[in-house]
């Protein structure tokens, strides 16, 4: 127990310090920060969205069973080297040196300024994978892996998908089948590579 509670400070940490900046601004309530100078420019965020049709009832228990199916790795919420923890609407996974926010809200994704509403699939809920930290040795590939393969099993979970968004770029994609073979297959942001940014979107 002295071992989850450990792991549960540091994931607390980095999940107080960096979940707000992963949120739209229109849910963290937080202002845009200025542009560093160049030379001090981020990282790129590492995160997608499913749109859902509606809510998608989610636990740890369950959250661990989707991510076991997609890494092929156990999952243990009190001890091993992965787990998650978490209640409510946000929980963080754990694996392999990296550490993901999975959130989930009740309601539609806010919409994009200038984009119409009848640009956007009709939904009810969205679910995200957020990176909030890894070991500096993970390359960028494998980090936007991990995120496609976690979303890849979602519809196979009961997920009723109906789009999926990057907020990085802002593009849009409508849901199609294929799209779980091209999440899990090391290159989840080609299902994007015929679709306008949402802001575009007509």
Known sequence: MPLLFDRFQVAARRFARGWRSLLPASLSGARPPAAPPEDRQPRPKHS????LREPFALDPDRIAAIATRAYSRPFNQTNGSD????????????????????????????RPEATPAQAQPAHGAWLSIDLMAAAPEFPVGKIDNYLGRFLAELPAAGAKVVAIFHPETGRLAPWAPAHRERLAGGDPLSVFDTAAPAASAA
Not at 48 to 51: A, E, H, K, T, Y
Not at 88 to 109: C, I, K, T
């Open 48 to 51: 997608l969205v499913l749109w």
């Open 83 to 110: 787990y998650i923890i978490g209640q409510g609407v946000n929980h963080v996974m754990h694996v392999e040196e990296m550490w993901f926010l999975v959130l989930h809200m009740a309601r539609p994704y806010p």
